[in-house]
């Protein structure tokens, strides 16, 4: 008998979840199972967990409790109608026994005109829908057209009707709004069915950056906001019977005995991927000690500032890449900011409850995203906390984060919301593992890492959705080359790992040299090092700067900045027209603070031969008319004393 959690009133009215084996939580921190957006609930408030037959809700020593029936409860056992209410919201416990109609909506298939019957055909399931989910379950549906069934979970997702949309605010769920930067050779590499979703209205990308050595066909690279990426990918997958939409994380355990019976596991929610994790025997230990520095794995903290800069997108170009504290990827001047943290400032990464009185880490642990509210105060929604250092307008960290929206050109008043990223990487071994052999009632699992499951990168050089992008294209072809209706085989995808290898190359070392930097003695530091040195009292000259007052050419930091910016424009100018003139570029230096300019100009320029230069080119792997030459085995006691190895060709399609 099967047993259901619906709720009644709140944002999570009319959803429901089937229990299991697993336990759910509710709390208002969002890694819960159930978001409550009420101030009135704890982090981790309850939780229900299966105790034999029965399933049983336990309070977890919240501070306004938790009520079955109006009657506060530290432990309950179940029962058919009981309503529980933590906060605002209420929930009712049904069984499927007593109520045969409620069911769990993101289980419900909705019949679907053509919906694909070979029972021949792949079975496909995909543990995250974000960007790169979406994208390879697009690519992978068009090019195994009707041979092909896809089931994708994500729990940042609700049923809306018939379709699943992506849940807001009131959900618990603050939409990622941040700009990226997506290169020629990845979004070429789509379908035109989903170059045409992303791409056919022009307002809602822009061509800030330049052409680079590996653009393809000439096209530059595009900025465009992953919220409306994800928005078109969804709708288009919603119109699509051959994939299936679960508004539910992907839960492996639940799953175990249905996996058997799929053909493919694909594994793309993220850089803490609790599915990957699951399966981490499979995959093998990532190492971290290759991004390492005298022994220390190397983590940069981030904080991103949403803003609006009025500054030309030449000029934000220019002023990003001529130095390494601070970061601006727009659309249109609007983005995100941001700002590498030295040690001591992402300790200062904190928020405060203004009820307890307690510190809180959510926008340090999740990430949390915390909005700008009337008074000035920076909210987070989920957990109503508030940004501790805009609260203390004189903190050391607050101060910092004005020099980097002095150095954009933005207005206090538009600083909107403030969130932070950790950002660390490791080295994974393989990212195709067989999860089941195929038996006479099963057909053999394999699982695929995609994506930041795959490999989280340093987002400073702008390539982790470019990254996640090319592995779901080299999945897809992959899978779309090899499936002819027979159990899978480790050597169906040589290509895709070699792909996904490459990738991990190339990224990670261009991201490597984003965190860390060797001067003219070769000695390497991280750069958040550099930064705080930077900014540390100078025994010669006393503070690290006061005021200048004289000529310009005492101001030797903004001298050295100016020269280095001169020298970038130089180079981008033919690439990216429009570029400030002298005047123009000293000007906007000299507002600046001194204590600002010398930070910027020691963090040092990005190093752009290795953020920019050649993409990993996926369709190397794929070409099926490229030959392999082999050496024809051959008996050496037949060969006259000249003659040389001889060879065959094949076509490795």
């Given at each position: 008998?099967?047993?259901?959690?619906?709720?009644?009133?709140?944002?999570?009215?009319?959803?429901?979840?089937?229990?299991?084996?697993?336990?759910?939580?509710?709390?208002?921190?969002?890694?819960?199972?159930?978001?409550?957006?009420?101030?009135?609930?704890?982090?981790?408030?309850?939780?229900?967990?299966?105790?034999?037959?029965?399933?049983?809700?336990?309070?977890?020593?919240?501070?306004?409790?938790?009520?079955?029936?109006?009657?506060?409860?530290?432990?309950?056992?179940?029962?058919?109608?009981?309503?529980?209410?933590?906060?605002?919201?209420?929930?009712?416990?049904?069984?499927?026994?007593?109520?045969?109609?409620?069911?769990?909506?993101?289980?419900?298939?909705?019949?679907?005109?053509?919906?694909?019957?070979?029972?021949?055909?792949?079975?496909?399931?995909?543990?995250?829908?974000?960007?790169?989910?979406?994208?390879?379950?697009?690519?992978?549906?068009?090019?195994?057209?009707?041979?092909?069934?896809?089931?994708?979970?994500?729990?940042?997702?609700?049923?809306?009707?018939?379709?699943?949309?992506?849940?807001?605010?009131?959900?618990?769920?603050?939409?990622?709004?941040?700009?990226?930067?997506?290169?020629?050779?990845?979004?070429?590499?789509?379908?035109?069915?989903?170059?045409?979703?992303?791409?056919?209205?022009?307002?809602?990308?822009?061509?800030?950056?330049?052409?680079?050595?590996?653009?393809?066909?000439?096209?530059?690279?595009?900025?465009?906001?992953?919220?409306?990426?994800?928005?078109?990918?969804?709708?288009?997958?919603?119109?699509?019977?051959?994939?299936?939409?679960?508004?539910?994380?992907?839960?492996?355990?639940?799953?175990?005995?249905?996996?058997?019976?799929?053909?493919?596991?694909?594994?793309?929610?993220?850089?803490?991927?609790?599915?990957?994790?699951?399966?981490?025997?499979?995959?093998?230990?990532?190492?971290?000690?290759?991004?390492?520095?005298?022994?220390?794995?190397?983590?940069?903290?981030?904080?991103?500032?949403?803003?609006?800069?009025?500054?030309?997108?030449?000029?934000?170009?220019?002023?990003?890449?001529?130095?390494?504290?601070?970061?601006?990827?727009?659309?249109?001047?609007?983005?995100?900011?941001?700002?590498?943290?030295?040690?001591?400032?992402?300790?200062?990464?904190?928020?405060?409850?203004?009820?307890?009185?307690?510190?809180?880490?959510?926008?340090?642990?999740?990430?949390?995203?915390?909005?700008?509210?009337?008074?000035?105060?920076?909210?987070?929604?989920?957990?109503?906390?508030?940004?501790?250092?805009?609260?203390?307008?004189?903190?050391?960290?607050?101060?910092?984060?004005?020099?980097?929206?002095?150095?954009?050109?933005?207005?206090?008043?538009?600083?909107?919301?403030?969130?932070?990223?950790?950002?660390?990487?490791?080295?994974?071994?393989?990212?195709?593992?067989?999860?089941?052999?195929?038996?006479?009632?099963?057909?053999?699992?394999?699982?695929?890492?995609?994506?930041?499951?795959?490999?989280?990168?340093?987002?400073?050089?702008?390539?982790?959705?470019?990254?996640?992008?090319?592995?779901?294209?080299?999945?897809?072809?992959?899978?779309?080359?090899?499936?002819?209706?027979?159990?899978?085989?480790?050597?169906?995808?040589?290509?895709?790992?070699?792909?996904?290898?490459?990738?991990?190359?190339?990224?990670?070392?261009?991201?490597?040299?984003?965190?860390?930097?060797?001067?003219?003695?070769?000695?390497?530091?991280?750069?958040?090092?550099?930064?705080?040195?930077?900014?540390?009292?100078?025994?010669?000259?006393?503070?690290?700067?006061?005021?200048?007052?004289?000529?310009?050419?005492?101001?030797?930091?903004?001298?050295?900045?100016?020269?280095?910016?001169?020298?970038?424009?130089?180079?981008?100018?033919?690439?990216?027209?429009?570029?400030?003139a002298d005047r123009e570029l000293r000007d906007h230096l000299a507002t600046l603070a001194p204590t600002t300019l010398r930070t910027l100009q020691e963090s040092g320029a990005w190093d752009t031969l290795i953020v920019g230069g050649e993409e990993v080119d996926i369709d190397l792997f794929y070409q099926s008319d490229a030959p392999v030459y082999v050496a024809r085995p051959t008996d050496p006691r037949t060969l006259g004393p000249d003659s040389g190895p001889q060879q065959t060709t094949f076509n490795p399609a």
């Amino acid at each position: 008998m099967s047993s259901v959690i619906v709720g009644r009133t709140g944002p999570f009215s009319g959803q429901s979840v089937v229990l299991g084996a697993a336990s759910l939580r509710f709390g208002r921190k969002s890694d819960n199972d159930v978001i409550i957006v009420s101030t009135r609930a704890s982090r981790l408030h309850a939780e229900i967990v299966a105790e034999g037959d029965a399933f049983v809700l336990h309070d977890h020593n919240s501070r306004n409790g938790t009520y079955v029936n109006d009657r506060r409860v530290t432990r309950h056992v179940l029962e058919h109608g009981d309503v529980i209410r933590i906060g605002d919201e209420t929930f009712a416990f049904e069984t499927q026994e007593a109520l045969e109609t409620v069911m769990d909506l993101s289980q419900l298939d909705i019949p679907r005109a053509a919906a694909p019957a070979d029972p021949a055909g792949l079975r496909v399931t995909v543990a995250g829908g974000g960007p790169v989910g979406l994208a390879f379950a697009l690519m992978l549906e068009n090019a195994l057209a009707g041979r092909v069934s896809i089931t994708v979970y994500e729990g940042r997702w609700t049923r809306t009707g018939s379709e699943v949309a992506w849940k807001d605010e009131t959900h618990g769920n603050v939409r990622r709004q941040q700009v990226v930067t997506v290169q020629s050779r990845q979004y070429l590499a789509l379908t035109e069915e989903i170059q045409a979703a992303l791409f056919s209205d022009a307002a809602h990308f822009s061509e800030m950056w330049p052409v680079g050595p590996d653009s393809v066909g000439g096209r530059p690279p595009r900025n465009i906001r992953i919220a409306y990426v994800e928005d078109r990918l969804l709708d288009l997958a919603n119109s699509k019977a051959a994939i299936r939409l679960v508004p539910k994380r992907f839960d492996p355990s639940e799953h175990e005995s249905r996996l058997t019976q799929e053909h493919v596991l694909v594994i793309c929610e993220g850089g803490r991927s609790r599915t990957r994790e699951h399966y981490g025997d499979r995959f093998g230990a990532a190492d971290a000690s290759i991004y390492s520095l005298d022994g220390e794995h190397l983590q940069d903290v981030v904080l991103g500032l949403r803003v609006k800069s009025p500054l030309t997108d030449q000029m934000s170009v220019l002023l990003t890449v001529s130095q390494n504290r601070f970061l601006l990827n727009s659309l249109r001047g609007e983005g995100f900011l941001n700002m590498r943290l030295t040690r001591e400032e992402a300790k200062a990464v904190i928020g405060i409850d203004p009820v307890r009185q307690v510190f809180e880490e959510c926008i340090a642990a999740r990430p949390c995203v915390m909005s700008r509210h009337e008074d000035n105060e920076f909210v987070c929604p989920t957990h109503g906390t508030l940004f501790l250092p805009a609260l203390l307008r004189g903190s050391p960290l607050w101060k910092r984060i004005q020099e980097g929206l002095r150095l954009f050109g933005v207005a206090e008043d538009d600083l909107s919301a403030i969130t932070s990223f950790r950002l660390d990487m490791v080295q994974r071994p393989r990212f195709t593992a067989q999860l089941s052999r195929s038996t006479a009632t099963s057909p053999g699992t394999y699982g695929f890492l995609l994506g930041d499951a795959a490999n989280a990168i340093h987002f400073w050089p702008g390539r982790g959705l470019n990254s996640g992008l090319a592995s779901a294209v080299s999945l897809a072809r992959s899978l779309g080359q090899t499936w002819r209706g027979r159990p899978l085989r480790d050597a169906d995808f040589i290509r895709h790992e070699a792909a996904m290898s490459m990738l991990q190359y190339r990224h990670k070392s261009r991201a490597w040299n984003a965190m860390v930097a060797t001067d003219e003695t070769g000695v390497t530091r991280a750069i958040k090092d550099i930064i705080a040195r930077s900014m540390e009292q100078d025994p010669v000259r006393g503070p690290a700067r006061v005021p200048a007052v004289g000529p310009e050419a005492e101001r030797p930091d903004l001298e050295a900045l100016f020269e280095r910016m001169r020298a970038i424009r130089e180079r981008l100018a033919p690439r990216l027209p429009g570029m400030p003139a002298d005047r123009e570029l000293r000007d906007h230096l000299a507002t600046l603070a001194p204590t600002t300019l010398r930070t910027l100009q020691e963090s040092g320029a990005w190093d752009t031969l290795i953020v920019g230069g050649e993409e990993v080119d996926i369709d190397l792997f794929y070409q099926s008319d490229a030959p392999v030459y082999v050496a024809r085995p051959t008996d050496p006691r037949t060969l006259g004393p000249d003659s040389g190895p001889q060879q065959t060709t094949f076509n490795p399609a």
